[in-house]
């Protein structure tokens, strides 16, 4: 069994809300075969186990009493059919030095994913996505393991079930580990212009290393780079509402962002936590990021992971009781033991 005591492994540069509280044991692995010796070495002694990437979507509220699986297992294979590129992609290769890699490699496709932090593994569990483009758009299949048995599987596109920052690797196969992706890029690039702020880049002699540059700009000014302000991204994910709420809103809320989703209203949160006047809102060290109001950022990288939720709590409830909306983390929560079900701490307020 694990012994409280000896808790005594950082994992402060190991998640970017940069919260200070530490594992009973971390090991980095470079290899499929060592992860599975490890996984079964500390289930076996009742370890609970988790696996990270980069740490750039979790907060952990306190000290984990068990294993932390640190995913280095790099590798990238490049085969091509007559219309695609097929890129094969271990688990622990970087996202954002993948993208870099395609576009140099005159493979395009992933620019507008330029800038995402974390490792390619943890990129189909939330489906990442911006500026108009997500994984779902090129992900041909996941290989994952169960590390028990070594029973590898390879889910197809159409089996990951992928959402709006969802798919079925957060609801099944909770036992099994994400060992590569497979990604298929047209070797025909149209560039993907449909977002708001890339409309102007509308011009015919545009590049995808131009697209690449100007996301990244994009980026740099509104999101805060966690190695200054501890973050994970958007706290929340930007929530889908009824069409019949969605006009009762903008009746009253005219100037209220949306876009429709066949017949549903997506709405802007952080124009909702704007509404509720937390843009630039600062308690004990933990502030709504002025320039982007779904970012909470960890100001002094002192806070606790606790400190954090709370501000989140408050925000949950603020705009759920403004708009009969009750945002949805988009974060994984950490405990003593591993993930906690966020709605323990986020309910409904009737
Ligand atoms: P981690 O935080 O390490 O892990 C996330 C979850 O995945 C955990 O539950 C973990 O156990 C699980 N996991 C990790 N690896 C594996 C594996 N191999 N097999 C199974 N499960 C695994 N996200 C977007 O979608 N779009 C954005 O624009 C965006 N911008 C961001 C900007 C900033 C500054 C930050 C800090 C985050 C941003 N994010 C964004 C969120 C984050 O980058 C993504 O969720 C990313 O995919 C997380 O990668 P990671 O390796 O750090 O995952
Ligand atoms: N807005 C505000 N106030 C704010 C922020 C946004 O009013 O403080 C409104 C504005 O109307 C703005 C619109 O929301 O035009 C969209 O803002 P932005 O382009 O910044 O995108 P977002 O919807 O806030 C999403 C993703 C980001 C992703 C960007 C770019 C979610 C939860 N977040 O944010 O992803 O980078 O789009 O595509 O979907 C993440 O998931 O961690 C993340 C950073």
Same mark, same amino acid.
């Given at each position: 069994?694990?012994?409280?005591?000896?808790?005594? +492994?950082?994992?402060?540069?190991?998640?970017?809300?940069?919260?200070?509280?530490?594992?009973?044991?971390?090991?980095?692995?470079?290899?499929?075969?060592?992860?599975? *010796?490890?996984?079964?070495? +500390?289930?076996?002694?009742?370890?609970?186990?988790?696996?990270?990437?980069?740490?750039?979507?979790?907060?952990?509220?306190?000290?984990?009493?068990?294993?932390?699986?640190?995913?280095?297992?790099?590798?990238?294979?490049?085969?091509?059919?007559?219309?695609?590129?097929?890129?094969?992609?271990?688990?622990?290769?970087?996202?954002?030095?993948?993208?870099?890699?395609?576009?140099?490699?005159?493979?395009?496709?992933?620019?507008?994913?330029?800038?995402?932090?974390?490792?390619?593994?943890?990129?189909?569990?939330?489906?990442?996505?911006?500026?108009?483009?997500?994984?779902?758009?090129?992900?041909?299949?996941?290989? @994952?393991?169960?590390?028990?048995?070594?029973?590898?599987?390879?889910?197809?596109?159409?089996?990951?079930?992928?959402?709006?920052?969802?798919?079925?690797?957060? +609801?099944?196969?909770?036992? +099994?580990?994400?060992?590569?992706?497979? *990604?298929?890029?047209?070797?025909?690039?149209?560039?993907?212009?449909?977002?708001?702020?890339?409309?102007?880049?509308?011009?015919?002699?545009?590049?995808?290393? *131009?697209?690449?540059?100007?996301?990244?700009?994009?980026?740099?000014?509104?999101?805060?780079?966690?190695?200054?302000?501890?973050?994970?991204?958007?706290?929340?994910?930007?929530?889908?509402?009824?069409?019949?709420?969605?006009?009762?809103?903008?009746?009253?809320?005219?100037?209220?962002?949306?876009?429709?989703?066949?017949?549903?209203?997506?709405?802007?949160?952080?124009?909702?936590?704007?509404?509720?006047?937390?843009?630039?809102?600062?308690?004990?060290?933990?502030?709504?990021?002025?320039?982007?109001?779904?970012?909470?950022?960890?100001?002094?990288?002192?806070?606790?992971?606790?400190?954090?939720?709370? *501000?989140?709590?408050?925000?949950?409830?603020?705009?759920?009781?403004?708009?009969?909306?009750?945002?949805?983390?988009?974060?994984?929560?950490?405990?003593?033991?591993?993930?906690?079900?966020?709605?323990?701490?986020?309910?409904? @307020?009737?």
């Amino acid at each position: 069994m694990y012994k409280k005591k000896t808790c005594k +492994y950082s994992l402060k540069k190991l998640n970017t809300f940069n919260i200070n509280v530490n594992a009973s044991k971390i090991v980095q692995v470079k290899e499929l075969k060592q992860l599975c *010796l490890l996984y079964n070495k +500390y289930k076996k002694k009742n370890f609970p186990c988790i696996i990270l990437g980069e740490g750039s979507n979790v907060l952990f509220l306190k000290n984990f009493y068990g294993l932390v699986i640190i995913n280095r297992i790099k590798g990238i294979y490049i085969s091509e059919s007559k219309k695609y590129w097929n890129l094969h992609i271990n688990s622990g290769e970087n996202w954002h030095k993948l993208v870099k890699f395609t576009i140099k490699n005159k493979i395009y496709g992933l620019e507008n994913l330029a800038l995402i932090p974390g490792r390619v593994g943890s990129a189909p569990v939330q489906n990442i996505g911006a500026y108009g483009a997500s994984i779902q758009n090129f992900c041909e299949y996941v290989d @994952i393991i169960n590390p028990s048995s070594k029973k590898i599987k390879r889910i197809n596109k159409k089996k990951c079930n992928f959402k709006y920052r969802d798919s079925i690797f957060k +609801y099944s196969y909770k036992n +099994y580990i994400i060992i590569a992706v497979g *990604l298929s890029l047209s070797k025909k690039w149209v560039p993907n212009l449909n977002y708001n702020d890339l409309k102007k880049l509308k011009y015919s002699n545009i590049t995808p290393q *131009l697209i690449f540059n100007y996301i990244c700009n994009l980026r740099k000014k509104k999101i805060p780079n966690p190695k200054i302000y501890g973050n994970a991204g958007s706290f929340f994910k930007n929530p889908v509402i009824s069409h019949i709420l969605g006009f009762k809103l903008l009746k009253i809320f005219s100037d209220m962002p949306f876009t429709l989703e066949k017949n549903n209203f997506k709405l802007s949160a952080g124009w909702l936590i704007d509404k509720c006047k937390f843009k630039g809102y600062i308690r004990k060290g933990v502030m709504v990021y002025p320039r982007q109001s779904l970012i909470i950022i960890n100001k002094f990288n002192n806070s606790s992971g606790m400190d954090i939720l709370k *501000l989140a709590i408050k925000i949950y409830n603020a705009v759920g009781k403004k708009f009969e909306v009750w945002l949805e983390p988009e974060i994984k929560i950490i405990g003593n033991y591993g993930e906690i079900n966020p709605y323990i701490f986020f309910k409904k @307020i009737r």
